[in-house]
């Protein structure tokens, strides 16, 4: 079995603060909603690659710094990714042999699976909304998938042969 190419931690984390500036970054009123988790998917990302150096204690310091930048009540982001960062290592095994298309069904459900918490954190601080519009930013993340792991793996390979 070939062995993934050692990735530097520095790269690593400056695609996690990339994507948590995209996750930050201001949209107009009505295009927030549209918005991809780009967090969720970086850490889905290294979390599958890189298990052994990328895991929930990311998650939790990637989900504080985004509960300052937003303003939110401390712990709400950080609890989630590190949620996610969990379930990641949790289905592990089973990503890794998965095609594309599958994986993109996984990523759908994992960041599901946070919005739902998320959602279900955020009705006990009186933000509370009927309507099932804030799983849209799973479905465009899961659509997102093959193409932003495909370009990560290109980078890979071309870090490793430099």
């Not at 107009?28 to 780009?38: F, I, K, N, S, T």
């Not at 509960?67 to 982001?77: A, K, R, T």
């Not at 592990?92 to 069904?105: G, I, K």
């Amino acid at each position: 079995m070939a062995r993934a190419p050692v990735v530097p931690l520095v790269v690593v984390w400056l695609t996690l603060l990339l994507a948590l500036c995209l996750q930050a970054m201001p949209l107009a009123e009505g295009w927030q909603l549209y918005r991809p988790d780009w967090l969720g998917l970086m850490l889905i990302y290294w979390c599958m690659r890189v298990p052994d150096r990328v895991g929930v204690l990311h998650g939790f310091t990637l989900g504080l710094l985004l509960d300052l930048i937003e303003g939110v009540p401390l712990g709400q982001n950080a609890l989630t990714l590190s949620l996610l960062a969990f379930l990641c290592a949790l289905v592990y095994p089973r990503f890794r042999a998965y095609s594309l298309v599958q994986q993109a069904v996984l990523v759908l459900v994992l960041l599901g699976i946070v919005q739902l918490l998320a959602q279900w954190v955020r009705t006990f601080l009186g933000d509370f909304s009927i309507h099932l519009a804030f799983l849209i930013p799973s479905l465009i993340s899961a659509v997102l998938w093959p193409w932003l792991a495909t370009m990560f793996y290109a980078l890979e390979k071309r870090l490793a042969a430099s």
